[in-house]
């Protein structure tokens, strides 16, 4: 393997999923005492991951699934989920014990594919001109790389989710971070996407 390439796919990745950090601490925080949680964020995080993957090099191949223009609108997802989040969290403000198994049920597979793809759609656009470029083993180079280090975006996620501090942070207030935190990303690509025109 190249090791131009490799160190190329791990600046590229670092710069475009950092932010994925916050998300999955608050996701893990949200799943802790179910069981399967950490198993279904990281099969929702890897689904998500392939399917913005599978459309970059699609694209990259010349055959685009998304219009450029449709892509801000992958904020509604987040949007959505955030609304939803806020509006269950609303719900149980009055019963905490309700509101923590709430929590405890922790997010979904699909929820958090649904985020992932969202909060990784404007990633298509940096990487299509790089996958188009790099040819079919650099792109293989690229993706490898890619899958291995979400492994590690995950531990890292998880990791800030169990340190004491953060615990008692996300314990108390993950409930209204975490719809706070996907209602500000759908903003954010919605807005930086030029949805509204703006």
């Known amino acids: 393997m190249n090791l131009h390439i490799i160190g190329q796919a791990v ?8 932010d994925d950090t916050v998300v999955l601490a608050l996701f893990f925080a949200q ?15 890897y689904l998500g991951f392939v399917v913005i993957l599978g459309v970059s090099v699609a694209a990259a191949f010349g055959a685009t699934f ?6 801000p609108y992958l904020g509604l997802l987040p949007l959505a989920l955030g609304i939803k989040a806020a509006v269950e969290a ?3 403000r009055k019963y905490p014990g309700e509101e923590k198994a709430s929590r405890g049920s922790g997010p979904k597979i699909l ?26 083993g650099g792109i293989s ?3 490898v790389v890619f899958l291995v280090l979400l492994a590690a975006l995950l531990v890292l996620g ?8 953060i615990t008692k942070v996300l314990a108390r207030w993950g409930h209204i971070l975490l719809p706070v935190v996907l209602i500000g990303i759908g903003l954010l690509i919605l807005i930086e996407g030029g ?3 703006i």
């Not at 600046?11 to 950092?18: S, Y």
């Not at 399967?36 to 964020?41: E, K, L, N, P, S």
């Not at 998304?66 to 892509?71: G, R, S």
Request: hydrophobic share 45%.
């Open 11 to 18: 600046g590229l990745f670092a710069v475009t999923n950092i």
């Open 31 to 45: 799943g802790i005492g179910r069981h399967g949680a950490t198993r279904d964020i990281a099969l929702g995080q």
């Open 66 to 71: 998304l219009p450029d223009n449709a892509i």
């Open 90 to 92: 609303w719900r149980h």
């Open 111 to 136: 929820d958090v594919a649904l985020v992932t793809v969202a909060n990784g759609g404007d990633n298509i656009g940096v990487y299509v001109p790089v996958f188009a470029t790099a040819g079919i």
């Open 141 to 143: 180079v690229y993706v």
């Open 158 to 165: 998880r990791y800030f989710a169990t340190r004491p501090g």
């Open 195 to 197: 949805a509204f025109g």
